[in-house]
């Protein structure tokens, strides 16, 4: 059976105004190739699949997501769907994201790849009712709180290493600071929202 045909979808098709029906055609075929859709018969796969029609004709992001990691909506995606996040989740998973010794280029791209899927999560979660408004200012906000803090780590490294360790002029080790501003700061971000970030030492100094 084909997701068209199964029940649950066809009703969540017949839901949708004709405007939408017609993206939705379009944006399925854009992902034809790129997505295996859950086959079984639990609730589980059936619930995601009665909230593919309404999440994908509202969502270009998602769908854009999907044409680039596709090959992960079983594995990585579909499991996190049903799930309220929970605090501290982006931050634990990005800090354990990377090696120690990773260069800048497989940081970036690991950086924007979790980020892009975490979004689409969140994007999803959201579209299909399934999450609270305060869930996901949560998430949004622990995705880019985590995303700073593991950009600072790899950039402290890297940069420790060029100049070395930055010591105030008593040759106190000094850790550079981040402050996050108005939304970020607040834990208020939504999908639209940019981060204001103030960065800091805790004294003057040099390097070494």
Known sequence: MTLTEIPCFKESVN???EPLKANLSSQLEKI???VSWP?????????IVASIPAVLSCSDFVV?????????FE?????RLLNQYQSGEHIESLQSLCADDADEVVVKRWLRQYRQIAMAVIAWRDLAGWASLEETFLSLTELAQGSAQVALKYA???????????RS??????KMMIIGMGKLGGGELNCSSDID????FPETGQTD
Not at 64 to 72: A, S
């Open 64 to 72: 854009r997501v999907l044409q680039k990691h596709g090959g992960q």
């Open 197 to 200: 970030l103030i960065f800091f």
């Open 15 to 17: 839901k949708l105004p």
């Open 156 to 166: 402290s490294l890297w940069e420790s290493a060029r100049f070395g360790e930055p």
């Open 75 to 79: 594995s990585v995606i579909s499991p």
């Open 39 to 47: 086959k079984s018969d639990q609730p589980e796969s059936l619930q």
């Open 169 to 174: 002029p008593d040759g106190v080790l000094q």
């Open 32 to 34: 034809a190739d790129n």
